[in-house]
Nanobody, 126 residues
Framework: QLQLVESGGGLVQPGGSLTLSCATS????????VGWYRQAPGKEREGVSC????????NYADSVKGRFTVSRDNAKSMVYLHMNSLKPDDTAVYYC???????????????????WGQGTQVTVSS
């Protein structure tokens, strides 16, 4: 059964770092683009980053460029979001999502992702 499960969220102080993991199963990860999205209370869902199938091409929202890095390990069916220099504005529920690379030549944050995880809470506060 196709699944994406996020983990690694938690409480971190401003300026700290956190790495989120997206464990995938039920599909061949290297055939899918993967995106990271977040939603803060009272705000609309925001695209954060994406990484194209099979890997290498990445995109980032302007708000996280230079601070966040997305990576993947297709052999382990894992995708990661490495977050550095965290700010209170980064507080949100973070989701990973996947879409078949047959539908898009490369990932963009605006892509309509088909499969979604349940989300993991990231709170940046002192």
């Amino acid at each position: 059964q196709l699944q994406l499960v996020e983990s690694g969220g938690g409480l971190v102080q401003p300026g700290g770092s956190l790495t989120l993991s997206c464990a995938t199963s039920g599909f061949t990860l290297d055939n899918y683009h993967v995106g990271w999205y977040r939603q803060a209370p009272g705000k609309e869902r925001e695209g954060v980053s994406c990484i194209s199938s099979p890997g290498g091409r990445t995109n980032y929202a302007d708000s996280v460029k230079g601070r966040f890095t997305v990576s993947r390990d297709n052999a382990k069916s894992m995708v990661y979001l490495h977050m550095n220099s965290l700010k209170p504005d980064d507080t949100a529920v973070y989701y990973c999502a996947a879409v078949s690379a047959r539908l898009y030549s490369a990932c963009v944050i605006r892509v309509e992702y088909t499969y979604w995880g349940q989300g993991t809470q990231v709170t940046v506060s002192s």
